[in-house]
């Protein structure tokens, strides 16, 4: 494993029973960054995320987190990890003082330690002024942020995030947001799985799709969203035998296209001259199209597009059997 490296996992292999949950995976995950996980639900990323964190073993495969292999130096590597779920598990009966004093005892720190450092952690999440509350008066946003804070006590250099912002209000996710871009900066390493791909694009350094319990594309967000088109005319058509009149003349250049809406999309570079010439050669006549609008791709676009390649290809595979 090379000093750059906070994860470094190869050919991760796990089934519970007959199904098999990973099949190979591969990841590296650089210092001070943070690295986006990317799946449907039974994709593996929460098999991935207990699997680095020891708390479970793969079949077969390695992988080493902070230095220290997941299997042969487990203690090493608790020490050094925190792992928050998609629920907070934070004590309801006790203040968020508390909590924060307990996490420290806990981590080793002696009581006044304890004491400054759950001071230190309140100011800086947010919590000062419900500090002395009990956790169960606080709003679904609150107890993230006390979780957060409880995850970053023993000072940890890989915090992992199983869907962080699940079930929070826009307001709430976007204060997560700044907090785990506050973490990172300080230099520590954020391993984030997310269902809201607005989430990863936000946050992630470098992002990991996994389909069928197998990484079927990485790279930084950018990179990904290349691979589908930088940019996408949307049109939506005037009606059922408009829609199959340009759907025919685009051919496969037709993307995205979905006729029970009348919508489909054509990929462009987002230069006036080149919309204003595919308009003239899909609607010489101005009747076919009643509105377009241009669509920056993004991760939902790539996730969407791979997902349905790879499904694609295992119903092809299934086919033949």
């Not at 942020?145 to 250099?157: E, G, K």
Request: aromatic share 4%.
């Amino acid at each position: 494993m090379t000093s750059d490296l906070a994860i470094d996992a190869s050919g991760l292999v796990k089934s519970y029973g007959a199904v098999r949950v990973l099949a190979g995976i591969d990841l590296r995950v650089r210092r001070g960054t943070v690295f986006g996980l990317l799946g449907a639900n039974g994709a593996g990323k929460t098999t991935t995320v207990r699997i680095l964190s020891t708390l479970a073993r793969a079949d077969s495969g390695r992988a080493r987190v902070a230095g220290f292999d997941v299997v042969s130096d487990q203690a090493q590597v608790r020490r050094r990890i925190s792992l928050t779920g998609q629920d907070a598990a934070v004590d309801e009966l006790q203040t968020g003082d508390e909590n924060l004093r307990m996490m420290g005892r806990l981590s080793g720190l002696s009581r006044s330690q304890a004491r400054v450092r759950a001071a230190a952690l309140l100011e800086r999440f947010g919590l000062v002024d419900a500090g002395p509350r009990r956790v169960a008066t606080y709003s679904g946003g609150m107890r993230r942020r006390l979780d957060l804070a409880a995850c970053v006590v023993a000072q940890p250099a890989v915090i992992f995030l199983d869907e962080p912002t699940t079930g929070l209000d826009p307001r709430s996710r976007h204060a997560m947001w700044e907090l785990i871009a506050e973490l990172v900066e300080s230099g520590v390493t954020v391993f984030l799985t997310t269902q809201y791909l607005e989430e990863a694009d936000r946050l992630a350094d470098s992002v990991a799709v996994i389909d069928g319990g197998r990484v079927v594309a990485e790279g930084s967000p950018a990179e990904l969203k290349q691979r589908v088109t930088s940019e996408r005319l949307d049109l939506t058509l005037a009606d059922a035998w408009a829609f199959d009149q340009v759907a025919r003349s685009l051919g496969e250049r037709a993307l995205r296209a979905d006729a029970s809406r009348l919508t489909l999309g054509v990929a462009t570079d987002g230069s006036a001259s080149q919309i204003r010439g595919l308009l003239d050669e899909i609607d010489p006549e101005r009747r076919a199209v009643s509105s377009f609008a241009v669509h920056a791709a993004t991760l939902e676009d790539v996730f969407l597009d791979l997902t349905d390649a790879t499904a694609t290809s295992r119903e092809r595979e299934s086919a033949r059997v």
